[in-house]
């Protein structure tokens, strides 16, 4: 399995962020959104990845507050990305080792969309039940001792 096939089946709608938005407008897009990062654009290109772990060390850095704080003095300004074609066991390996929940997908300088550790484990999850409703599905159809094919 491959990244685009979590892509397909997922969507392709993204949300972004500006360097210069403030810490506010991006933590009210990612409530209003019910989602768990931001990809960090500027002159159409990705600079950054801004997820609620970045978010929460912000606002307790600044006393419980977002201030006037900049999405580009928090973000992550090197975020682990994957491509159309990377592997899903390999993804599994990147996000694990480095702790990440949220990956952009890039084919070559384009974004192409985020995929979540979620996503990877509900595309694990669906291809296992997939897996063995096939098994089930072969072995309930196996001879019994003495019928024949």
């Known amino acids: 399995m491959k990244v685009s096939d979590i892509l397909r089946l997922k969507g392709n709608t993204l949300y972004t962020a500006s360097v210069n938005d403030p810490l506010g407008d991006a933590i009210q897009t990612m409530a209003e ?11 159409g290109d990705i600079v950054g990845m801004l ?3 970045e978010v ?3 606002i307790v850095n600044n006393g419980g507050t977002a201030g006037n704080i ?4 928090v ?17 599994r390996r990147m996000m694990l080792d480095r702790h990440a929940r949220y990956m952009p997908v890039m084919d070559k300088k384009m974004l192409m969309g985020v995929i979540s550790f979620y996503d990877v484990a509900k ?19 196996w001879p019994v001792d003495g019928e024949s094919d």
């Open 33 to 43: 959104k019910d989602i768990g990062s931001l990809v960090v654009m500027e002159h």
């Open 51 to 53: 997820t609620f772990r």
């Open 56 to 58: 929460i060390v912000a």
């Open 70 to 73: 900049l999405v580009r003095s």
């Open 75 to 91: 973000m992550d300004d090197a975020p682990l990305t994957c491509t159309m074609e990377t592997d899903m066991d390999e993804v």
């Open 123 to 141: 595309a694990v999850v669906d291809s296992q039940n997939f897996e063995n409703k096939m098994l089930k599905a072969y072995i309930r159809d």
